[in-house]
C-alpha cells in the first residue's frame, strides 16, 4: 500500500487524540479518509493514500460529563483552531471533532458549535451528513503506522455506507459554496467516494443503505447522497466523476469506472 508521510503523521496524531480521549472511546466513531483508507486500502489506484487530519464524529448520547474534553485535548498538546472542533497539535496537524444536527443540543440555524455541556463551548462542529455513522459502524482495531509505536485502540469506524453519505453531504455543501468559496472544493473528497465504490461490494454498501432507511436521521441524509450520486455520478462527465477524474491525475479509467460503479448500485437500491 502506498503511504504517503502525511498520512502516517495524520495516523499518529490520531493515536495521540485517542490516548487523550479514552473515557469517551465508546461515545467516538472514525469517520473521513483515514475511516475510508481502513476499508479500501489503495484501491488500485496510482494515488498514494493522503490525508493530513483526523475526523471523530461524537455520538453525545449517554456522553460522560468527565473527563472534560478540551481540558484532556490541551493537556495532551492540542489547542482550539479557529473553527468550532478544530483542534490542532503543536506539528499543526489537526483533530476535528463532530456531532450530527439532532444532537448539537441547539436548534439554532446558524450555530455552527455544538453545546455538550460541561465540555467547553467549542469542543466540536455541527455537521450535517454523519447521522449514519451513528447506527452504522464497526469496532476496527486503530494501529500506527510507523515502527516503534505499538498503542492500539479498539474504535468504532463508520461503515463504507456511511461513508459514502457523508462524502456526497459534504460535496455537495461544497458545490453550493464553490462560487464564493473556489478553494472549498476538495477533489480528494470525490476520489474517496470512488475509492468506496471500488473496493466494497455492492451488496455490502446496500446493506448499509438499507440500515440507514430504519433510522429517521439516518434515512434523511442518505436519501439526499442517493441523489446527489445520481445527479452528479451517475455519467463520465458528473461533476462528482470529473473531480475523481483529476485528482486521479487524470487517469482515463476513472471516470467510466467510477459512473458504471455508481449506476450498478443505483440499480441496486
Known sequence: ?????????????????????????????????????????????????????????????????????????????????????????????????????????????????????PHEKLTARIARGLEPALIDNTLVAITALEAGDTRAFDLRVAGPAALLTAKAIKINERFEQADNQPDRLKEKDALDAFRILQAVETDELVTGFTRHRADEHAATVTAEAIEIYRVHASTTQGRIVQLAASAAQNDPTVAPAFAALVLDLLAAL
Open 1 to 117: 500500500m502506498a503511504v504517503a508521510p502525511e498520512y502516517v503523521v495524520a495516523r499518529r496524531v490520531l493515536l495521540d487524540a485517542l490516548t487523550a480521549l479514552e473515557g469517551h472511546l465508546d461515545n467516538l466513531i472514525l469517520v473521513g479518509a483515514q475511516a475510508v483508507y481502513l476499508h479500501t486500502g489503495d484501491a488500485d489506484l496510482n494515488v498514494p493514500l493522503l490525508t493530513t487530519d483526523a475526523d471523530l464524529a461524537i455520538n453525545t448520547r449517554d456522553l460522560a460529563q468527565v473527563p472534560e474534553i478540551g481540558g484532556v485535548l490541551r493537556d495532551a498538546g492540542f489547542t482550539p483552531g479557529p473553527d468550532p472542533g478544530h483542534w490542532v497539535n503543536t506539528g499543526d496537524v489537526a483533530v476535528d471533532l463532530m456531532v450530527v444536527p439532532h444532537q448539537a443540543g441547539t436548534a439554532k440555524a446558524s450555530a455552527r458549535a455544538a453545546r455538550l455541556d
